[in-house]
């Protein structure tokens, strides 16, 4: 069976995230500005950072384990502060 990649990438809020050297952590939100999906990926040892990888960073989806792996070594565009919410 073929995984439709595209819809995925767009529907994998809470799947985990992996790389070579193991868990990175989890998608919280998919941001798709001008084009240019980008995961929202909550990290750390408590879930404390938020790092946002370039949707091209991903290697495989595997929708039913709802797992999703990166390249090794993965390129982060850029770390967040943990927003608290109220």
Same mark, same amino acid.
């Given at each position: 069976?073929? &995984? *439709?990649c595209?819809y995925? +990438?767009h529907?994998?809020e809470?799947? #985990?995230? *992996?790389?070579v050297? /193991?868990r990175?952590? &989890?998608?919280?939100?998919? %941001? *798709?500005e =001008?084009?240019d999906?980008?995961l929202?990926?909550r990290? /750390? !040892? !408590?879930g404390? #950072?938020v790092? +946002?990888?370039p949707? =091209?960073? &991903?290697?495989e989806i595997? @929708? %039913?384990?709802?797992?999703?792996?990166l390249r090794s070594p993965i390129t982060v565009?850029?770390t967040? @502060?943990l927003? !608290? &919410?109220?």
């Amino acid at each position: 069976m073929r &995984v *439709d990649c595209e819809y995925w +990438l767009h529907h994998c809020e809470g799947f #985990r995230v *992996d790389g070579v050297e /193991g868990r990175i952590g &989890v998608v919280e939100e998919v %941001r *798709d500005e =001008s084009g240019d999906a980008q995961l929202a990926v909550r990290a /750390g !040892l !408590l879930g404390r #950072r938020v790092l +946002l990888i370039p949707a =091209s960073e &991903v290697v495989e989806i595997v @929708p %039913r384990a709802m797992r999703i792996w990166l390249r090794s070594p993965i390129t982060v565009a850029a770390t967040e @502060p943990l927003r !608290l &919410v109220a």
